[in-house]
């Protein structure tokens, strides 16, 4: 076309006019890409303030989880052994800190988030319940130790006839079974499907926004084809007088698009400019897809991490404050052949939950074998064997327990403190030597790894 244009040059029409009127079309068509990519740019961005907003609501609701869970480590820890350092800690983060006030107060930013706040205050209501019974475990320990000096808040507390007559050691007895009772962590299980709650309000609200920032940047990416189409028919007729500079990295753009790859930067600068954006937006675009992916990180059985999410915590974790347990079904291969593996299966899903219930919500538990587990107890740095201990117990105890129908099963662990290791490869080696100890002692059992005798106890 531009070929014929030009040899009618004589008839009035010339080059010049011809490649100025292309030139202000190219003008006008660059012009155009511009704006589709600023608004392309705005969308997403849009869409990434919404994700941010997700990410900030999430962290609310979990910091009440992370407040409360705080207070019972504190109370539990000062019950156990009667330090009153954790007392102290515990009214400061509760008088002070005042961390479970302000999550709710960042996740109260319009109606929008009304219902998820309210799940929250559910959650806040159970937790202040809560601290009346552990007011009252403290109050017995302030007694049995005849601390003078302590929170005036505890003078209200009122202690029955029967637990004032206890003698000392009876009433730490009686208050540490206050702060690991079933009853005492049934509450807990409140608290926390009141933050479950609250987080899927804040799931359906984002979905929705999210949804609609979607659709917006749909429609933005189909505007760009076009105006990209367009760009690339308007440097098709320069061809000859622009040579290369807009046809290779076009047509480049275009086969790279449909092989879902980045699109090279170069040719013209506006060119370069849309490919910046546009690589921008995929590399974040195949970030989130990444991050989503749930299902390769975790054990489709039982929702635990798999062996790949396993092998990322390892190779994450600050072995200075993580203990880690490697935990073994005995027998297991029994009860597979003499209930069948689908009874095995629910055994296993039995175990998790019963991991989640008596672990902490930043605990996190992995699926690394068929019937192997391991768990990271994180910022755990100071945390008293005894603690440990009582929640293996725990563990045990409910899997004894048949009214589910399944048959009783136990575990074999082995524990060991990162601190005591130099590396992560000696900490699984440490925590698998501890669990074959406890093996050969009859399982049903758990064994701490000693650095300074190298033996496991």
């Known amino acids: 076309m531009l070929e014929k244009l030009v040899k009618k040059n004589d008839n009035g029409i010339s080059l010049r006019t011809i490649h100025i009127w292309l030139i202000v079309t190219m003008v006008v068509m660059s012009g155009i890409v511009v704006i589709a990519t600023v608004r392309l740019t705005n969308t997403f961005m849009r869409l990434a303030k919404a994700e941010e907003q997700h990410t900030e609501l999430q962290k609310a609701a979990h910091e009440l989880m992370d407040a409360s869970d705080y207070l019972t480590e504190q109370v539990q820890r000062f ?16 008088f002070e800190s005042n961390r479970r006030e302000e999550a709710i107060a960042r996740m109260d ?6 219902a998820a706040v309210e799940q929250l205050k559910e959650a806040m209501s159970h937790s202040i319940s809560l601290m009346n019974q552990e007011y009252y475990a403290m ?3 302030v007694e049995a130790k005849g601390y003078e000096d302590y929170p005036e808040i505890l003078d209200t507390v009122v202690i029955s006839a029967r637990d004032e007559a206890l003698s000392s050691e009876d009433k730490i007895r009686r208050a540490t079974e206050l702060v690991l009772s079933d009853g005492y962590y049934d509450q807990k299980d409140q608290i926390r499907k009141g933050m479950r709650d609250s987080l899927a309000e804040v799931d359906k609200l984002m979905s929705v926004i999210k949804d609609k920032e ?21 440097i098709l007729i320069m061809v000859r007088l622009t040579s290369i500079l807009g046809i290779h990295p076009v047509l480049k753009a275009v086969d790279n698009i449909k092989s879902d790859s980045p699109i090279p930067e170069m040719g013209a600068n506006e060119f370069k400019y849309l490919a910046q954006a546009y690589n921008k937006m995929y590399a974040k675009y195949k970030s989130s897809l990444e991050n989503l992916n749930f299902k390769a990180s975790h054990d489709e059985l039982t929702g635990a991490y798999n062996r790949a999410g396993y092998d990322l915590l390892l190779s ?14 005995d027998n297991f291969k029994s009860i597979n052949d003499d209930y069948g593996h689908e009874v095995g299966d629910k055994v296993l899903i039995k175990l998790v939950n019963v991991l989640n219930s008596v672990f902490r919500d930043d605990d996190c538990i992995c699926r690394i074998g068929g019937d192997e587990f391991v768990v990271f107890m994180v910022h755990s740095s100071g945390i008293p064997r005894r603690l440990i201990e009582s929640k293996i117990n725990q563990i045990n105890e409910e899997l004894e327990n048949t009214n589910d129908g399944l048959p009783p099963i136990s575990i ?21 030597a501890a ?5 050969k002692r009859g399982k049903h059992t758990y064994t701490f790894y000693e650095k300074k005798s190298d033996r496991s106890s």
């Open 139 to 141: 109050r017995l320990v």
């Open 412 to 432: 074999s662990v082995g524990i060991v403190n990162g601190k005591d290791v130099k590396d992560t490869e000696h900490l699984f080696e440490r925590t698998d």
């Open 109 to 114: 930013i319009d109606e929008t988030t009304t």
């Open 214 to 234: 979607l659709d917006m940047l749909h429609k933005e990416l189909n505007f760009v084809r076009i105006v990209l189409v367009l760009q690339v028919i308007s």
């Open 316 to 329: 994450g974790i600050d072995l200075s404050t993580t203990y880690m347990m490697l935990l073994d079904v």
């Open 79 to 94: 019950t156990i052994n009667g330090d009153r350092r954790f007392m102290d800690q515990y009214f400061t983060e509760a």
């Open 435 to 439: 669990m074959y100890e406890s093996k």
